[in-house]
């Protein structure tokens, strides 16, 4: 068995509808999928999905950390701090060029964001 790389990276959400403007305005588009269970958007070929959460919001911190590419990290993380999200890792450099950082969406979820020029899709 080997895997074959990111396919989908679902948050938890106690909105959806709040969540479903909030991630359509990041993204820049409307979802592919949107029922009341599963709001889903499809980003260059990968899932972001969004569904309910209905209990009390968790803390993430120690949960999944996933990086969604972009190619200016700075500007992105600026850009969604003036959104409603919250600073969780401030944009770096990790080494080889390759630049780093993640918010909390306003749900708590962490949101990474990273630019590899070294990264090309087989």
């Not at 409307?30 to 990968?46: I, L, Q, S």
């Not at 009390?56 to 990290?73: K, L, R, S």
Request: hydrophobic letters at 40%; charged letters at 20%.
């Amino acid at each position: 068995m080997e895997f074959k790389g990111l396919r989908t990276c679902i948050y938890k959400v106690n909105d959806i509808e709040k969540a479903k403007a909030w991630y359509s305005e990041v993204l820049g588009f409307a979802p592919y999928f949107d029922e009341p269970f599963y709001v889903g958007y499809n980003v260059a070929g990968y899932e972001l999905g969004l569904i309910p959460d209905e209990g009390n919001p968790a803390t993430h911190e120690g949960g999944v950390h996933t990086y969604w590419a972009v190619e200016d990290v700075e500007g992105m993380f600026q850009r969604l701090l003036g959104m409603g999200a919250s600073a969780y890792e401030a944009p770096n450099e990790v080494g080889g060029g390759i630049v780093v950082g993640m918010v909390k969406d306003p749900w708590g979820n962490l949101f990474g964001m990273i630019y590899n020029p070294h990264f090309s899709l087989a």
